[in-house]
Every structure is written in C-alpha cells, then in structure tokens.
Nanobody, 125 residues
Framework: QVHVVESGGGAVQAGGSLRLSCAAS????????MGWFRQAPGKEREFVAL????????FYADSVKGRFTISRDNAKNTVYLQMNTLKPEDTAVYYC??????????????????WGQGTQVTVSS
C-alpha cells in the first residue's frame, strides 16, 4: 500500500509556473508507475501525466504536452509535476496516484489507487 500527499499548488497568473510535489510513503514506491490527474469543478477527473517506475518513460495529455514535465526521485519517494505557461483552463485540483491496474488504458483513473487529498491550482487571466 502507498500513501501519497500532494503539495505545491497555489494561485498564479496566466503564463506563470508552479511545481507540484507528491510525497509517497511505503517501501514499494519505486515499483509503481505514477500518474498525475486533475479535476475541475463539475468535470470528471482527467489524466495529466504518467511516469514509469524507473523514471525513463513519460506520457502526457495533449492539453499539457510541451508545457508540463513529470519527473521522479525514487530516493526521496517523490514525484514532481513542473507546470509552465499555465492557462486558466489548467485550474483544477491536482492529484497523484500509483498505477495499480494493468487491464485498461494508462489514462483511465480506474487504473490508479491510493489517491491523495489533492492540491488546488488556480490560474487567473
């Protein structure tokens, strides 16, 4: 089992940057692929980015490709999401979670478990 805590959210103006962190507990952290998702009010939780367990392969939603970068430090049990050139439509609560499922697409939230409480990101125009 993995317990995660997200941090680093805040309020920024469009064009600004934030770096989110996801600190995980548990000795098995380095064996999990880790994902970032976000959920805006009235919308479903949507995939943002995924990094494999070794930090070699990454995947991004089209809406954030070229602006966001996911990374991880297994020695620190932490995953990061660097967000640049933020837009108002990036406003949401951001969550990280380990990918525990293997039977569906990597961008489906159903493939993830042990969600944290999330961190709010608000981008003003």
């Amino acid at each position: 089992q993995v317990h995660v805590v997200e941090s680093g959210g805040g309020a920024v103006q469009a064009g600004g940057s934030l770096r989110l962190s996801c600190a995980a507990s548990g000795r098995t952290f380095s064996s999990y692929h880790m994902g970032w998702f976000r959920q805006a009010p009235g919308k479903e939780r949507e995939f943002v980015a995924l990094i494999d367990s070794r930090g070699i392969s990454t995947f991004y939603a089209d809406s954030v490709k070229g602006r966001f970068t996911i990374s991880r430090d297994n020695a620190k049990n932490t995953v990061y999401l660097q967000m640049n050139t933020l837009k108002p439509e990036d406003t949401a609560v951001y969550y990280c979670a380990p990918k525990t499922g293997y039977s569906g697409p990597y961008y489906s939230s159903r493939q993830y478990n042990y969600w944290g409480q999330g961190t709010q990101v608000t981008v003003s125009s």
